[in-house]
């Protein structure tokens, strides 16, 4: 499955992946940790482990509070050069806040991280809650949503089988779909440009639309709906959705 220039494991710092690994063992459900988590979640030596968050936590992205560690606001510097390299801002964010505003529902912006689609931007809807907390850098499974099924719609067809066959894939609630091959028809079965709709796959009584496009610089991302399902089944709503993801999708292709 290519993603990046095949580099050779001589080249590599093999420590400060391991650094990397701990902050990534942060999550929504481990907010805090003490070092033997750590140690276990990461499958490093204890005392590896502890260098290690006792060095994030000297460089300020990593708080002490007794035996337990979680993450400090500095580490949102770390995304900071993402979101404000590519103009989310200035130019992407007022652009969704638009067609929000305009279809009276949250919207929301994804980009492939591994076998995940993660939330790279987020517009609300005055008066519309937002479900389980998603925010900007929550992660979705590709296989099980409309986001990451979208995203696969637009990836190249041999990269788009590598992922259909290895990434998890987890029965979220009874609809969800977990044989593989008839995901692969499913998603194969959708033209590049053409909404994908998910109905309870991930979230019982939740339906998402999603659109994956590709952007003028290559980068590959979708934008995508959800909301409960019996919004869906009002006259006219399911065709506003799709074509506002396409005027969206339109009008961030050359933004991103």
């Not at 060095?55 to 002490?64: D, E, K, S, W």
């Not at 637009?154 to 779909?177: G, M």
């Not at 980068?219 to 959705?241: C, D, M, R, W």
Request: glycine share 10%.
């Amino acid at each position: 499955m290519p993603e990046t220039p095949e580099i050779q494991l001589s080249d590599t710092s093999l420590t400060f992946a391991k650094g990397l690994a701990v902050l990534k063992c942060f999550d929504a459900t481990s907010v805090t940790l003490t070092i033997p988590e750590i140690a276990r979640r990461c499958d490093l030596d204890r005392a590896v482990a502890r260098r290690l968050v006792l060095t994030l936590v000297r460089l300020g992205y990593v708080r002490q509070r007794g035996r337990s560690y979680s993450l400090s606001p500095r580490i949102l510097v770390l995304a900071g050069g993402f979101l404000q390299g590519r103009r989310f801002g200035l130019a992407v964010q007022p652009v969704l806040e638009g067609f929000a505003t305009q279809l009276g529902q949250p919207l929301m912006l994804a980009m492939r991280d591994g076998f995940d689609a993660i939330y790279v931007a987020h517009a609300g809807s005055e008066g519309v809650m937002p479900r389980l907390g998603f925010t900007v850098g929550s992660r979705l499974p590709l296989l099980s949503t409309s986001l990451g099924r979208a995203l696969l719609t637009v990836e190249e067809p041999a990269t788009r089988a590598a992922l259909i066959a290895e990434a998890p894939l987890t029965a979220w609630t009874e609809r969800s779909v977990t044989d593989r091959g008839r995901l692969a028809q499913l998603i194969g079965a959708v033209p590049a440009g053409t909404p994908v709709r998910a109905s309870g796959e991930f979230e019982p009584g939740v339906t998402a639309t999603s659109l994956g496009f590709r952007c003028d610089g290559g980068e590959l991302a979708a934008i995508g709906h959800s909301s409960e399902s019996a919004l869906y089944t009002e006259p006219g709503f399911p065709e506003q959705v799709e074509a506002t993801l396409q005027k969206c999708a339109a009008a961030l292709r050359g933004l991103l």
